[in-house]
């Protein structure tokens, strides 16, 4: 199983963005987390397409949009231009879920969808073919720095099924939380992708904490 970190720019000097997503490609991340809040569907405000657009030159790490933003659909095609390789969104806040997975598709994105802690795993009955993704909440989206809330670690357990049953390559990511004592417990459920924003950006040695999570993955 390929393990991937994605950090979650939220936690980052937002005075020194551009420098702080070189730190992180240069401490081993694969992914750059790019967390959108619209002070609407969450109650903070972020960044938009802007920012992601300056951000992404800053790397080669890939652009995983998590939108946490309603409605959804006018802006994806501005963050598909802004260079997201993947754009997540969640699907209460969205009219029509299948509608958005396809427009991120055209747009040339790889598509995710979100499922908030208390949001059930019944939403990818219809979807679950057609996305690259699937993001598991591990807290209730909105800030960074919560507790991980353990009650996700079954409902990892039961997408990792669904998603090998189908038998096609989609990333299983998690995010809120996620620290170096934990990360192993969200992988053996069965997630390969772990979203880590204060435990990466809060630590001193970017590198050494990535290097510490990859630790306790090899051993799952
Ligand atoms: C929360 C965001 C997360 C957040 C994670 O709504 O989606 O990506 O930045 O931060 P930590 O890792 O600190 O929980
Ligand atoms: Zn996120």
Not at 13 to 40: C, I, P, Q, S, T
Request: hydrophobic share 45%; charged share 25%; aromatic share 6%.
């Amino acid at each position: 199983m390929a393990f991937r970190i994605a950090p979650s720019i939220l936690s980052a000097d937002f005075a020194r963005l551009g420098e702080e997503v070189r730190a992180v490609a240069a401490a081993g991340a694969d992914l750059v987390h790019f967390d959108v809040m619209d002070n609407h569907y969450v109650p903070n405000l972020t960044v938009g397409p802007l920012v992601c657009a300056a951000l992404k030159p800053q790397s080669k790490l890939p652009l995983d949009v998590h939108l946490m933003v309603r409605p959804v659909d006018r802006i994806i095609p501005d963050f598909a231009k802004a260079g997201a390789s993947i754009i997540s969104f969640h699907p209460e806040a969205s009219e029509h879920v299948d509608r958005t997975i396809a427009l991120i598709k055209e747009n040339g994105c790889k598509a995710g969808l979100v499922l908030n802690p208390a949001t059930p795993v019944s939403f990818l009955d219809y979807t679950l073919e057609k996305l690259d993704l699937v993001l598991l909440m591990s807290v209730n989206p909105g800030f960074g720095g919560q507790q991980f809330i353990r009650s996700v670690l079954p409902k990892i357990a039961e997408v990792r099924k669904r998603i090998d049953k189908l038998g096609k390559d989609i990333w299983l990511e998690v995010d809120g939380g996620i620290k170096t004592d934990n990360i192993a417990d969200a992988a053996k459920a069965g997630a390969d992708t772990f979203v880590a924003g204060s435990a990466i950006f809060g630590s001193k040695d970017y590198a050494a904490t990535i290097r510490q999570m990859r630790e306790k993955l090899s051993v799952v």
